[in-house]
């Protein structure tokens, strides 16, 4: 899978927040921001305020060199420009409690390192006809949630609750103490999809098709898991295998 890292392009419908001031009020208007871009070298009393401020940022800081910058944008950017997110970005934390107090079975999923946007959107359409509570994303490497990748999920991405966490590996941990199994779908094992337990509160990590789940997490997953591969290709679109064992999933919760 390839690997998005370019800067995001005005096509994308993405809002721009451009000038070291914008960005400022921005981050103090608590908006939820995709990411930084900040032009390599920038110095003065305002960058200092805004270099204290994106200490707390939960976003992505690129510094960059200016050509960059102003291929984002041909206003006054000032070496700073911000792209605020599409969505809302939930915390995991409140949602959990709030599963179990409706009565209901928690199922999350969550997305190491999955760059691609089309990706990002099939696998939360899917998610979503699924049933699924949120979906968690790291806070780096991980891709944009801009206009095609909520056009690709048929507007999935405005309806599910999608959580960014800097830390994967301790959310996975937050998960475990919550009374989640973790379950990582990995070819790396020899038991497959339809072995675990999916009717206990379950979150499912989904690794990215060059690189696949962290070690931190492989580590300390409850199950490892692989879909069955019969025919001649040896694997699937991360996109396509997590709608095959999230309907798993449903399928045991559903007997």
């Known amino acids: 899978m390839e690997n998005s890292r370019r800067a995001p392009r005005a096509k994308e419908n993405n809002e721009f927040v451009f000038g070291i ?13 995709e990411s930084i871009y900040v032009q390599r070298g920038l110095s003065g009393e305002l960058m200092l305020e805004l270099k204290a401020l994106l200490k707390d940022v939960d976003a992505p800081i690129h510094n960059v060199p200016v050509e ?3 291929r984002m944008t041909q206003k006054n950017h000032q070496g700073v420009i911000a792209v605020i997110s599409s969505i809302t970005f939930q915390k995991i934390e409140d949602i959990i409690p709030a599963v179990y ?3 209901e079975t928690p199922l999350i999923l969550i997305l190491d390192g999955i760059t691609d946007v089309r990706n990002m959107g099939a696998i939360a359409r899917t998610a979503a006809c699924a049933g699924v509570h949120a979906i968690v994303v790291p806070t780096k490497n991980s891709a944009q949630i801009n206009a095609d990748a909520i056009k690709t999920s048929a507007g999935a991405l405005f309806t599910i609750p999608v959580c960014r966490h800097p830390n994967l590996h301790k959310t996975a941990l937050f998960l475990q103490d919550c009374g989640l199994q973790i379950v990582a779908c990995t070819e790396k094992t020899n038991d497959l999809i339809y072995a675990p337990d999916y ?17 931190e997490i492989m580590r300390m997953a409850n199950h490892l898991a692989k879909i069955p591969m019969i025919g001649e ?15 798993e999933a449903i399928r045991q919760r559903q007997l």
């Open 21 to 33: 001031r914008a960005v400022i009020e921005a981050i103090k208007a608590a908006k939820d921001i």
């Open 68 to 70: 960059k910058l102003n």
């Open 101 to 103: 107090e409706k009565g």
């Open 199 to 215: 009717t206990v509160p379950t979150a499912i990590v989904m690794g990215a098709e060059d690189e696949g789940i962290s070690n």
């Open 233 to 247: 290709i040896s694997s699937l679109n991360v996109s396509v295998s997590a709608g095959v064992i999230l309907y």
